[in-house]
T-cell receptor, first 112, second 115 residues
């Protein structure tokens, strides 16, 4: 069975500070992992994904995530937060088939 | 390339009515998935269609149904609406050719309010 846990439903950071959003997954098969961002009244936009190969994945808008199999984690980071990063972030795992299992989301607030 | 489009964007219905939502996938994408997003339950998978066939199904009652047409456009229908069906309904499309790991591209959603 597949599942995703996002620690911290709300995260606040100061503008320019490091952003760290946590995601742990459970999967009975090698997982494919995704991070999506959702702005108010919009759908989900892909930030980055891990399938195979390099465990450090770079995405759009300066975000990156590292797949750590031993820790079953796929945390999202950005070195310096920008006001425009304020949004809801979702981690998802996909195993067999096209069904995605999403975490409950983390709302990121950026303080000026 | 045009993205995933969903119509209508907003909908208000009353309890007991039925509703049909529409989704047009990205050109060339053959898989369409539907999700329900609510503040309490988050994003929950409804079903996935590929080549006009339901390939995966989530844990929702039979009041929720869908279909896919030969041009890959998809509709979902909710009959006998309940207050708890108020949600943002998201459609996502992908190429659908691979067994797993394909990126899903999401539409803007249809916000349904049931009174």
């Amino acid at each position: 069975a597949q599942s995703v846990t996002q620690l911290g439903s709300h995260v606040s950071v100061s503008e320019g500070a490091l952003v760290l959003l946590r995601c742990n997954y459970s999967s009975s098969v090698p997982p494919y992992l995704f991070w999506y961002v959702q702005y108010p009244n919009q759908g989900l936009q892909l930030l980055l994904k891990y399938t195979t190969g390099a465990t450090l994945v770079k995405g759009i808008n300066g975000f990156e995530a590292e797949f750590k199999k031993s820790e079953t984690s796929f945390h999202l980071t950005k070195p310096s937060a920008h006001m425009s990063d304020a949004a809801e972030y979702f981690c998802a795992v996909s195993a067999w088939g096209n069904q995605f299992y999403f975490g409950t989301g983390t709302s990121l607030t950026v303080i000026p | 390339k045009a993205g995933v489009t969903q119509t209508p964007r907003y909908l208000i219905k009353t309890r007991g009515q039925q509703v049909t939502l529409s989704c047009s996938p990205i050109s060339g994408h053959r898989s369409v998935s539907w999700y329900q997003q609510t503040p309490g339950q988050g994003l929950q998978f409804l079903f996935e269609y590929f080549s006009e066939t339901q390939r995966n199904k989530g844990n929702f009652p039979g009041r929720f149904s869908g279909r896919q047409f030969s041009n890959s456009r998809s509709e979902m229908n909710v009959s006998t609406l309940e207050l708890g069906d108020s949600a943002l309904y998201l459609c996502a499309s992908s190429l659908g050719g691979g067994p797993t790991g394909e990126t899903q591209y999401f539409g803007p959603g249809t916000r349904l309010l049931v009174l």
